[in-house]
């Protein structure tokens, strides 16, 4: 292992093993290692004085600017002088050489590549500092998520994956105490609300809005207790949190960084240019000006920022100048005391003052650093690949599902190698605050695209391998990545093949299956054998036109499945002699006729969609079982992006949203619309524009409207950039409040023009009431409530009352200035323009049911069946055994406001288990209980051996939990019935289990 070049220390840390291993400081020889991490590590502060924390600390992107790889190794240069490999060669010298010294380390996808890549006497080194509290690990997860386009899901499992490798290379040293987000651009309730049940002692970010900061710093409320939840009882989601007072940078004029150009300190009294007086001056100064915006008489300092550290001798020699005259000062009646130290160190100290701290319970979004500057075009940027990430996940938890219930079969079986770790550290990447966020730059995203792949490519051989298993068939496995543009090769050309539907919920589901097909006549069996309706529709133009080269298919095969509990069942698809297809009808925008007269109709025995017959709009939804008929108009728009005006400077771009106006230009007023109706189907096809369409859709047994829009490639070629809404126009009283998810968990009320804890000076009337939708929006009066879920992370509002709009899809044409130096211009397919594709799901309620049905949807969302095709011959998996076509591992389907949350193995002898209670208190007159749930009574797929309850982020054991206790009003957590297997959940808790299991 090498030092960089450039003035660090040049003597490599073996050396320093093999010479002088006995005299090193803080080294035990080659005796055992003797703890002292955690609060223990500590320095020793004085309580009579300023003590200031000085943090050093480096800011690694896991992509940004550049790749993960280019990153890792500083290759383009050119592009970002940044190295992670060289930042922590550096420190670790630098640590190793003074016992005095700390640092902190967040991103654990760079730190698990190094460490695979050290020496095992690097590594005892390394293991000693992090022992010694010398070298601290804060947050812990494979990345530093996003908290705005971020699933729940995909959060609390890339926090896992760091907290494992954390755990299994150092131990309870390596548990990080302190959540640390310094970076991401606003914070949720549902991430504080995971980070306490992770059991973090605090929690620390860098960026909050202009106007929250000054109001908090004013009244010196930059730190403060944050309610997480409204469900869980006190103090189970509370979170001690803290701004930081500069972003995560130093303070001005103090940093001595390569990357820096600040004068260094100077001490030689025979230099003309001596600076220490004024540097320590300045300093006290600042740690003074400082103070008087926090409570107690600790202040914490962040040294470091973005890749810092690349040559850690230039930052250490200047930290330890300044704290040696700073100290010195104190002779002379200075009364500010500096040492290094940790955030986890800051934090204890202020635990340790026993004040009483300010209490909050919303969000920290919308985030804005200046007047016309809301951070809220992000939340929709990059939409395609916000849609392959939230596949990936689901993907992902059908991967670790069947790696449980096949075992060993699953990673060596007919199909080679499987291997789920691949799509696990991809996705944590992707979690990144510059990955799903859309922030980054697009050789960047191509990056991030790619890793996915190959995660897929892993688990669909381990997914092939435990569906032969659990069928005891093998059969050749083909996966329809691109159904939602009627793309499968594999079967456009064939008579016969299977259809293999996997249930990843733990409660049995129907679903409609679209298959792309040349025949025009089927027949389609259910694992029994019996005949199963289908219908066949041509392929939309609007379809054809989007997948271009990559299908050919002309019909769709249309049927109803149903797939049993946390398990799969089979269809048989044969092709008949051709036949008829289904007959096209085409009305024109105007003066069509339907079966109701004037008004065009599309309907079930539970929902009824009725269109304009002017405009070609829906006009109304009508809830049929409650009586329920709502007005509404749905259409698209456009924002025009503003490039700079007369007010400000600032463009919109890939983080921030900034409209030339509040109106937007709708994209068409009247549409050009046609009916298909079968007996399974009811759709209705709107064409926009030559590039934006849509099919509004209900099938036979759904609740819920299915609107599959398509747009793309946004025009530009009249050089404005475009920002496109579907939106939603109602007749409700809704005073200015709508509803949004957190991290598609809990709700939060959102009030326009409002924020709950300050006074708002509003100065962007769209961007500033936009915020993040990561699974569902919705608007309600006394008795109706429409709701809209989303399939991604999308930005959304309620810009008037009664209206709900969701932004779509984007193009740029400018940069926004915040680093990325590139617009948001994606090239997509062809290089004209990125074509995006998704569906928006509406429902019409009451207000008291609504609940109950965007919960058990936006589950079945996000933990879709997965439909795989069997192509070509069948042989038995055991040549005595007959195929099974219908599995269930459950005993028992779990209740409906339970959900299976997470089963992964986590080891050879056990598994990861988790348990969710998916409702809020007050939710559901029917849902919104206790639920109990026998684990001995719920897997038939293996016995649960032993059960031992695990912290979310599965690195404690439950009983082991014991954060720092804060004061603030709240109430206590009251006691639990204890049972191994008898399982209790309250609204909105998750329970983690570490089983060990036996297959029969």
């Known amino acids: 292992m090498s030092a960089p070049g450039g003035g660090g220390s040049a003597s490599p840390l073996l050396s320093l093993l093999c010479l002088l291993s006995l005299l090193c400081p803080g080294t035990l020889g080659d005796g055992e290692p003797n703890p002292s991490c955690g609060y223990k590590a500590c320095p020793a502060v004085n309580p009579k004085m300023l003590n200031v924390h000085l943090v050093p600390h480096t800011h690694d992107d896991v992509g940004w600017l550049k790749t993960v790889d280019q990153y890792y190794y500083g290759g383009r240069m050119e592009i970002q002088r940044a190295g992670v490999q060289y930042i ?60 705005a386009t971020t699933h729940y899901s995909s959060i609390i499992d890339q926090m896992t994956l760091g907290f494992q490798f954390l755990n299994d290379t150092f131990g309870e040293c390596g548990r990080p105490r302190v959540a640390w987000h310094i970076d991401p651009f606003g914070h949720s309730r549902e991430q504080a609300s995971l980070f306490a049940q992770m059991g973090f002692d605090g929690f620390f970010f860098g960026r909050l809005d202009y106007q929250d900061k000054s109001t908090r710093e004013y009244s010196r409320e930059m730190e403060l207790v944050w309610r997480a939840s409204a469900s869980l009882p006190q103090p189970s989601a509370d979170l001690f949190t803290g701004v930081l007072p500069n972003g995560y940078n130093p303070p001005l004029m103090l940093c001595w960084d390569v990357l820096c150009s600040d004068e260094p300190i100077k001490d030689d009294k025979d230099l003309d240019e001596y600076n220490v007086d004024n540097v320590v001056s300045y300093f006290l100064q600042t740690a003074h000006d400082q103070a008087k915006h926090y409570k107690t008489n600790h202040i914490i300092m962040t040294m470091g920022s ?85 596949m990936s996940n689901n993907f992902l938890q ?118 792309p097909v040349n025949g025009t006549n089927y027949i389609v069996t259910d694992p029994e054998g019996s005949s199963v309706l289908n219908q066949l529709v041509p392929v939309s133009n609007f379809t054809v036109a989007v997948r271009q080269d990559r299908g050919f298919a002309v019909n769709e095969l249309v049927f109803e499945a149903w797939v049993p509990p946390l398990g799969f069942s089979t269809y048989r698809v044969s092709r008949k002699p051709a036949d008829s297809v289904i007959h096209r009808v085409v009305w024109p925008a105007a003066g069509y006729q339907d079966g109701d007269g004037d008004v065009m109709v599309i309907e079930n025995d539970y929902v009824r969609v009725l ?55 709708a994209l068409a007023k009247e549409v050009t619309v046609y009916k298909v109706e079968t007996e399974l189907f009811q759709e209705v096809y709107q064409n926009f524009t030559p590039w934006c369409s849509q099919v509004v859709r209900l099938y036979k047994k759904q609740k819920f409207v299915e609107l599959e829009w398509t747009v793309g490639p946004i025009p530009v070629n009249d050089l404005i950039g475009k920002e496109i809404i579907s939106r939603f126009d109602t007749p409700l009283n809704t005073a200015g409040i709508f509803y949004t998810d957190s991290n598609g968990r809990e709700i939060l009320k959102r009030r326009r023009n409002y924020r709950p804890t300050w006074q708002l000076n509003q ?94 949807q936006a589950e079945a969302e996000f933990m879709a069946t997965l439909a795989i095709v069997g192509v070509g011959p069948e042989a038995p998996y055991y040549h005595s055994k007959p195929r099974i076509t219908e599995f269930t591992a459950l005993k028992e389907e779990l209740p409906h406001n339970i959900h299976l949350l997470s089963l992964a193995q986590w080891d050879n002898e056990t598994v990861v288990l988790r348990l969710e209670h998916q409702f809020e208190v007050g939710e559901s007159q029917v849902y919104s209980k206790p639920q109990t749930v026998n684990l001995s009574r719920l897997f038939s797929a293996f016995e649960i051996q032993s059960v031992e309850e695990m912290s979310l982020g599965f690195n404690q054991q439950r009983k082991d939990m014991s954060r720092l206790t804060w004061n603030s009003v709240q109430e206590t957590e009251g006691p639990r019935p204890y049972s191994v297997y008898s399982v209790t959940l309250r609204p909105m808790e998750i329970r983690t289990f570490r089983i060990s299991v036996r297959h029969g």
Not at 417 to 441: C, F, I, P, W, Y
């Open 88 to 147: 922590l060669d550096s420190v670790i010298d630098q640590l190793q050489a003074d016992p005095s010294k700390r640092f902190i380390y967040v991103e654990i996808a760079f730190f698990y590549r190094w460490w695979k890549q050290q020496t095992e006497a690097a590594k005892k080194v390394v293991t000693q500092l992090v022992n010694e509290g010398r070298l601290e690990f804060v947050n812990g997860g494979w990345s530093m998520n996003d908290e």
């Open 611 to 665: 269109f304009d017959k002017i405009t070609g709009l829906i006009s109304a939804i009508e809830n049929r079982h409650k009586n329920l008929s709502l007005p509404i108009t749905q259409s698209f728009y456009w924002y025009s992006a503003n490039a700079g005006d007369r007010l400000s400077s600032q463009a919109s771009g890939a983080y921030i949203f900034r409209p030339n106006n509040d109106m937007p230009a």
């Open 306 to 390: 973005d890749f810092q550290y690349q040559d850690a001798n230039m930052w250490y020699k200047n930290l330890d100048k300044l704290i040696k005259y700073v100290n010195a000062a104190q002779t002379f009646g200075g009364d500010v005391n500096v040492f290094y130290s940790t955030p986890s160190c800051y934090l204890y100290e202020l635990n340790k003052a026993n004040l009483t701290w300010s209490v909050k319970t919303d969000d920290f979004f919308p985030y804005a650093d200046g007047p016309h500057q809301f951070w809220t075009g992000f939340y929709t940027s990059r939409p395609a690949l916000k849609r392959y990430e939230r």
């Open 763 to 856: 100065t962007e009337p769209v961007a500033g009431n936009y915020y993040p939708v990561n699974s569902r929006i919705y608007v309600k009066d006394e008795r109706n409530q429409l709701t809209v879920l989303t399939d991604r992370s999308q930005g959304g509002s309620s810009v008037t009352d009664g209206s709900l709009e969701l932004m779509v899809h984007r193009r740029l044409l400018h940069d926004d200035h915040r680093g990325l130096d590139e617009p948001l211009s994606e090239p997509g397919y062809d290089g004209t323009g990125l074509v995006v594709r998704g569906k928006h799901l509406v429902f019409l309620d009451t207000a008291d049911d609504s609940a109950e049905l965007h919960r058990m």
């Open 398 to 515: 059908i991967c670790n599902q069947l790696e449980v219930l096949a075992s060993a079969p699953a990673r060596h079986g007919p199909f080679g190698e499987g291997n789920s770790a691949v799509l696990k550290r991809a996705m944590g990447v992707a979690q990144h605050h510059d990955a799903v966020s859309g922030t980054e730059k697009q050789h960047v995203a191509d990056d991030y695209a790619k890793r996915l792949a190959k995660g897929w490519d892993g688990c669909q051989v381990l997914i092939s391998n435990a569906l032969s298993y659990l069928s005891r068939s093998k059969q050749d496995f083909a996966f329809c990545n691109n159904l939602n543009i009627s793309v499968c090769p594999y079967i456009e050309e064939i008579s016969n093949f299977t259809v293999t539907l996997y249930n990843p919920l733990a409660r049995s589901v129907r679903t409609y299956l679209r298959l």
